[in-house]
């Protein structure tokens, strides 16, 4: 029996990486509106290639949803039982949002661009949407949008490598769970 083929249409949101990240690709799903490429050989020879090589994927459908304004730390430590008053510019952390019955909503890596600025890292579901309703519901003097950034991913044990011919900054000075943002 035959899979049913994927009808890509505008509904979905395009990653300006995609025409590169889909060429090769023999499987895909769907994944914040976004097409995801999940297997290019085989799932098999795509594990051994990260784990002995390095790849650059596109990760557009890690959608960012943007908290920005006086209220956005008080709004974001709203959202999460995290205390994301230690985050400090270019630092990520992680903190599930949780429900009003302390149920998952998300679970995000919350990175800090500054101390009114913070990108929530989402996971697959409606976040924005949600986290817009809080906030007016809420009071809270923030915008919540969409800042329209398409993250990539490098991974593998020769990524730093890599990495240290794309960048100007040292890759060694790039510590844990921290970002540079140019």
Do not use: Q
């Given at each position: 029996m035959n899979s049913p083929q994927l009808s890509l249409s505008r509904r979905l949101r395009k990653s300006p990486f995609e025409t590169?990240?889909?060429?090769?690709a023999t499987r895909a799903s769907v994944y914040n509106h976004v097409v995801l490429p999940t297997v290019y050989e085989s799932l098999e020879a795509d594990y051994?290639?990260?784990?002995?090589?390095v790849q650059i994927w596109d990760v557009a459908c890690q959608v960012q949803v943007e908290v920005r304004g006086p209220?956005?730390?008080k709004f974001v430590e709203f959202l999460t039982p995290r205390d994301v008053s230690k985050c400090v510019p270019g630092q990520c952390i992680y903190a599930p949002?949780?429900?009003e019955h302390a149920g998952v909503v998300n679970d995000p890596i919350?990175?800090?661009l500054s101390a009114d600025r913070y990108w929530l890292s989402i996971s697959d579901s409606d976040v924005l949407l949600w986290a817009k309703g809080?906030?007016?519901?809420g009071g809270f003097d923030v915008e919540v949008h969409d800042p329209d950034?398409?993250?990539?991913s490098l991974q593998g044990p020769k990524s730093e490598t890599l990495l240290s011919r794309l960048i100007a900054e040292p890759v060694e000075d790039i510590r844990f769970?921290?970002?540079i943002h140019s």
């Open positions: 590169r990240s889909h060429v090769g051994w290639h990260l784990r002995e090589h209220d956005a730390l949002l949780l429900d919350i990175l800090c809080l906030a007016v519901g950034v398409f993250p990539l769970f921290r970002f």
